[in-house]
């Protein structure tokens, strides 16, 4: 049976969620958890994961901050909406850093973001899946308020078969992200990607978004990705000039299979409460993004 | 720290700054400025994925590879002080600047 989860932020969710796995014997197939507002986290919950995650970390394992984390989808550093033409300078500065990651000893797979703005199609060439989500949240008035999922995006296709500015124009409301390449290059065990597809609704002026995962690691990863993506559902959503609606995030498999999950459940459940709204915007120029950093984080209970 | 690494190391942070400059649409004695009211080029700190941006314009000037964040340890590139000390050693000294 399949377990659905409602949160009100994305500490809160996360929380409920863990809560359920837990209770479940460390893990659920088929999980599905709403955040009704991906502006808000809790801070609370967040610090006792990082806390825990600090524990975790040995010589032969290194876990990233939940800030790293998010950046995997979403780096905020690269995002000044007080800047004209902000949304292209994002895309832009993505595309050189994945340029700089190509010669990565660590590279691995890629990343969540470099597979939004240069998709490996089976072509060869690379599709930019969020200039083009972009471009269709800001093409005006939906005419089929039913279409719900629309399969622009696959591997071998390019946008270009689209007239962007012509009568033809296929005015949809729901757009696609596609994150999971070619099965035989991807079709790991673990590893990554996890992250498949993202699906976005424009609905009564907000945008909303649903995320489908294979797999989640709910200690070191679900808090991080809920962060990211909500992250790149404000920027969609003010980019394009509309309300951020709600988030979905669909998992085949979530486990929280890391040792001290009965502590860390207990110490989130006690530091609950301490609800903000999320960073989304690059801070001031220079300045130090260390209190995000995991070795930075303060004791917790 | 010989005499070429520290030309080198001159013409390597003015690059960054031409980086950071194209980066964040600002004109280079704007990032200057910034650099000056944050206490100078050891105190003025660069996120991970903007340091990848800049490294990748580094590349593009110096027509060479160099370090990706994705490979450093955060206390690496840190600053911008710190990441010119990571790009010059990766620099073909027979390269002209």
Sequence with gaps: ????????????????????????????????????????????VRRSIEVALMRMNDSEKSHQSIHTVANTIFPIALYRPEIEGAAERFIANALKSEFSRRHAISKQWGSYLGRLVAYPSRDGKPTNQLEFVLRQLRSGPPNFSDLYEVPILAPGKSDEMIDWDGEARDNADSVGAVLHGDVRADARWRGGPCLAHI????????????????????IPRAYGN?????????????????????????????VD????????????????????????????????????????????? | MSKIDEVIGVATRSAIVQGL?????????????????????????????????????????????????????????????????????????????
């Design chain 1, 1 to 44: 049976m399949a377990t659905f989860i409602q949160g009100t932020d994305i500490g809160n969710a996360w929380l409920h969620a863990f809560e359920a796995i837990h209770a479940n014997g460390g893990s659920i197939v088929n999980l599905a958890v709403e955040i009704s507002d991906p502006r808000r986290e809790d801070l609370g």
């Design chain 1, 226 to 254: 809920f962060l990211g993506l909500a992250r790149l559902l404000v920027f969609l959503s003010v980019e394009s000039g509309h309300d951020v609606g709600n988030l979905l995030v669909v998992t085949g498999h979530a």
């Design chain 1, 199 to 218: 699906s976005l609704t424009l609905e009564a002026g907000a945008v909303s978004m649903v995320a489908l995962y294979r797999r989640h690691s709910y």
């Design chain 2, 21 to 97: 400059a194209e980066a964040e649409g600002l004109d280079v004695e704007a990032i200057e400025l910034e650099i000056d009211q944050s206490g100078g080029d050891a105190n003025f700190y660069i996120d991970s994925k903007l340091a990848e941006v800049v490294i990748a314009l580094v590349e593009v000037m110096y027509g060479c590879e160099l370090p990706s964040p994705a490979d450093l340890k955060r206390d690496q590139y840190a600053t911008l002080e710190a990441i010119v000390s990571l790009i010059v050693p990766a620099i073909p000294h027979r390269l002209e600047i």
């Design chain 1, 257 to 301: 299979d890391a040792p001290g999950r009965k502590h860390l459940l207990d110490s989130a459940k006690e530091n609950q409460g301490e609800v903000a709204d999320i960073e989304w915007r690059a801070r001031s120029l220079g300045a130090s993004w260390s209190d995000l950093e995991l070795a930075t984080v303060k004791s917790s209970k």
